[in-house]
């Protein structure tokens, strides 16, 4: 029933979003922005770019994230259609599932574009490696837009929604980048899996805690 | 709710006087540290930053702590009090966190030969003085007192569960990265048990201050729950 | 006043504040099946906060909010027995009608979503614009896809603010017919409307609110007129 609940939220905000595709071209275009501003503002005289490669790659992912999250409530506040889906007798955390379910296909979505990219501007040799990348990617993703789909239903209700995100989010942010981050480089640099294994460690450990909490609290943001 | 204004008036009164006493024993650990405790064999004078450095990190913590504490009180028992109550510890630690963040690079400066050497634990305040200042601009964008208090509640309580995973953070961050000056050796301003064992010579003083830190503590933020008390009460004033 | 068995909704002592501005001054009000209530007031009375707190999406300060029998605070599930159009229309303009009302359907745990939509479609008489997204419709069409979300799980009590607003002549009628053919069959009816006349005909009562209170709340005997004579004459209006 919950899950059932959460997947019918998840496949609405998705249809809307296929849609028209406003954060999905928004995101990507920013990524790509990111990208390059990254590339411009290094010294290529000193750095060589494929040093940058993991941190780039972090940057970019986190700041398009932002931009995506927005919209899981942005959407509802046109026409109030929460108010529709609270009148229904749908617990708030089945709510919470789904809103979060869709922030994570929608990330993924603008990574499974970005990582390519980053590859190719930053002259990444394609290997498997890559894709244990984007295992840690999905691992991060999975867990930051847990407290982004919280404060994100709680910033809609101000109208500084897009400046307050950021603001409450980005110290959110801050560990599970670090660890994706490190897994990332020790990735790229051939490092043996086992060196990996703390880092992946790190980044479940603080995708449940934080799943589960927000979770929990959530139905605290929906009450009026 | 029905607050009598004498009463607050009292609680705001007694802040004033502890914070009074306060201020008196911070004047008294001045003097202590200053004029009458010898200069660290190590670290010279500038260990003496840490009289201030270090008590004022445990009141921010705690400042922080009770946020989170009292969020979770809330959930539970639906007391607009503690909202107030959380506001006014949360601002009492931006200010301690504020001195921690001054105190820090002027300590590591002369220490390390930076401002900022990304210390594991002056890293770990400010991202907690980050996610504080958010709390407040949330709060600063909402209008409605209730929504205020529960969304309050909300970040004070992911913001305990963030301090574990910060704290990690810093630690490996700062494993990973080597100081970029390192004259002397790499002790924490405030970890008094970093050195071998601080001679009680120079840790009466640490002690002196904790309790006068504490004190201050408790001051500040019984002047501020007053005040919020009382704007608390205007409004209901105002609504009849 | 008459005082009907088994109250479908009923609130007592409600009262809502936003900060210093109190919205609700200890309403009481209790509507039985096959009621229908207009309730009016001037601007910022409180009519919509009390249709919202009788729907359960705004908590009440104090005061409870009772539907069939059961405490909304307790269980908010209670609120599918209610259907709710706000001003708003909780619809997504990127939906087509079809998708809003069976995401609504859905949601509600309707057995048979596809035949229920097709039903709803059919009464609202949207059926040939089914599979148009809600942003092109027009504005008649749009209230009307709105009410058929709002009543797509059969509710027992109904509540709209403003439903009248911005509907032709044509549209209002087929509105009321519909409204009656739903308190025929037992629906309880709590309506907030600028303009009474719309409603008038089917309504069985009538409640005027002034800054958060119920200033009176009687069956509905007298004629229109006496009834706008009235609340002008409360000083409000």
């Given amino acids: ?224 | 709710m029905n607050h009598d204004p004498a009463a607050i008036e009292k609680i705001i009164r007694r802040g004033r006087i502890i914070t009074l006493a306060g201020f008196i024993g911070l004047l008294g650990v001045y003097i202590l540290a200053l004029g009458y405790t010898p200069a660290e064999k190590m670290q010279g004078l500038a260990f003496k930053i840490l009289y201030v450095h270090a008590p004022a990190a445990w009141a921010m913590e705690t400042a922080f702590v009770l946020v989170g504490v009292v969020g979770l009180l809330y959930f539970w028992l639906q007391d607009a009090r503690l909202d107030v109550f959380a506001e006014a510890s949360a601002s009492v630690g931006m200010v301690f966190g504020a001195v921690l963040l001054i105190t820090g690079p002027i300590w590591g400066r002369t220490i390390w030969g930076a401002w900022w050497a990304w210390d594991p634990r002056l890293t770990f305040t400010l991202l907690l003085y980050l996610m504080f200042a958010g709390y407040f601009a949330l709060r600063s964008a909402l209008r409605d007192p209730v929504e205020r208090a529960r969304f309050g509640a909300v970040i004070g309580v992911m913001g305990m569960l963030l301090v574990p995973f910060i704290h990690l953070t810093v630690y490996l961050f700062r494993s990973q990265h080597p100081m970029p000056v390192l004259g002397r050796p790499p002790c924490p301003p405030d970890a008094p048990n970093c050195a071998p064992s601080l001679p009680w010579v120079l840790l009466k003083p640490l002690l002196i201050s904790f309790a006068v830190f504490t004190i201050l503590y408790i001051g500040f933020v019984t002047i501020r729950y007053g005040i919020g008390l009382k704007r608390m009460m205007m409004e209901e004033r105002d609504a009849g | ?237």
């Fill in chain 3, 1 to 237: 006043m008459t005082t009907p068995a088994t109250p479908v909704i009923a609130a007592t002592g409600l009262e809502r504040r936003f900060g210093s501005v109190v919205a609700l001054r200890s309403v009481a009000i209790s509507v039985a099946a096959g009621e229908v209530v207009l309730l009016a007031g001037p601007n910022g009375a409180g009519k919509s906060t009390l249709l919202r707190t009788l729907a359960g999406l705004a908590r009440p300060t104090r005061g409870t909010v009772e539907v069939q029998g059961i405490s909304l605070r307790n269980r908010p599930e209670g609120r599918g027995a209610i259907g709710f159009l706000s001003h708003q229309s909780f619809l997504y303009d990127d939906l087509t009608a079809r998708e809003n009302l069976r995401f609504a359907a859905t949601l509600h745990g309707l057995a048979s979503v596809e035949a229920r939509v097709m039903d709803s479609l059919n009464a609202a008489g949207l059926a040939p614009r089914a599979d148009a997204r809600a942003a092109v419709l027009s504005h008649g069409m749009r209230q009307r896809l709105a009410i058929a979300r709002a009543t797509i799980h059969d509710p027992a009590v109904l509540l709209l603010d403003e439903p009248f607003s911005g509907l032709d002549a044509t549209s209002v009628v087929q509105l009321r017919d519909g409204l009656a053919a739903g308190v025929a069959r037992g629906r309880a009816v709590v309506c907030v409307t600028h303009q009474p006349a719309d409603l008038w005909q089917i309504a069985t009562r009538v409640v005027l609110l002034e800054r958060g209170a119920i200033v009176f709340d009687t069956p509905r005997q007298h004629t229109l007129e006496d009834f706008q004579a009235a609340c002008a004459q409360s000083g409000g209006a």
């Fill in chain 1, 1 to 224: 029933m919950l899950l059932g609940t959460a997947l019918v939220i998840a496949a609405k905000d998705l249809r809307i979003e296929w849609r028209h595709r406003t954060a999905f071209t928004t995101a990507v275009l920013f990524a790509v922005l990111v990208l390059l501003v990254a590339v411009f503002a290094h010294d290529g005289a000193t750095i060589q770019l494929r040093d940058l490669g993991p941190s780039v790659l972090w940057v970019v992912l986190s700041l398009s994230t932002l931009v995506t999250l927005n919209r899981a409530f942005l959407l509802e506040r046109e026409n109030r259609a929460l108010d529709g889906i609270l009148m229904a007798p749908v617990s708030a955390t089945a709510l919470f599932w789904g809103k979060w379910l869709a922030n994570l296909v929608l990330v993924v979505v603008v990574m499974v574009v970005a990582i390519p990219l980053w590859m190719i501007f930053f002259n990444i040799e394609p290997s498997l490696r890559i894709f244990g990348v984007g295992a840690v990617a999905l691992l991060a993703a999975a867990g930051f837009t847990a407290p982004g789909t919280l404060f994100s239903a709680m910033a809609v209700r101000t109208r500084f929604a897009e400046l307050l995100l950021p603001v409450l989010l980005l110290p959110f942010l801050i560990p599970p980048l670090f660890f994706a981050a490190q897994a990332t480089t020790q990735l790229l640099a051939d490092a043996p899996i086992g060196e990996l294994w703390g880092w992946l460690r790190l980044l479940a450990l603080y995708d449940i805690a934080f799943l589960a909490l927000a979770a929990m609290l959530f139905p605290a943001v929906m009450d009026q």
